[in-house]
């Protein structure tokens, strides 16, 4: 589990250094392993209308919705940062907002999985796992509409 926990931080790593952020700095990247073994990568998008920002976990997720994986989410790495160079500086685990954890749990309840979300710092010193339901707690979501069983 840690093997494939790291291999999947270090995508979101990859994915952090690839964001476009001119106006906080702050690089996030996420990586999506799918159920076949497969990495989905995104990074967060800003835009000079904030409100129009896409943080890194909507934008991997629109990914795999737009390939039709939605229901293939298995696990969730996060890391976040400042770039310095190639590197990203952060000591403290970055978390999903909460429009990402309902991103997310949308494409969990889709997989039907409790999925686990890894949580890391910029710098890779820390990070923390967490379940979905744990960072969402009584969720919304296609089970309430009665979409999926």
Known sequence: MTE?????????RDAA????????GFHVGAALLLKNGDVVTGAN?????????????TAAVAKIANEGWIGELA?????????????????????PCGRC???????AERSKTDILVHC?????SAVKS???????????GPKDLGLID
């Open 4 to 12: 494939t926990r790291d291999a999947l931080i270090d995508a979101a």
């Open 17 to 24: 250094r690839r964001a476009y952020a001119p106006y906080s």
């Open 45 to 57: 998008v800003e835009n000079a209308s904030y409100g129009l920002t896409l943080c890194a976990e």
């Open 75 to 95: 696990e969730v790495a996060i890391v976040g940062g400042r770039p310095d160079g190639d590197a990203l500086i952060g000591t403290d685990p970055v978390n």
């Open 101 to 107: 954890r309902q991103i997310l749990n949308e494409a």
């Open 120 to 124: 890391a710092s910029g710098d890779g």
């Open 130 to 140: 967490y379940k979905l339901s744990a960072l969402l707690p009584a969720a919304f």
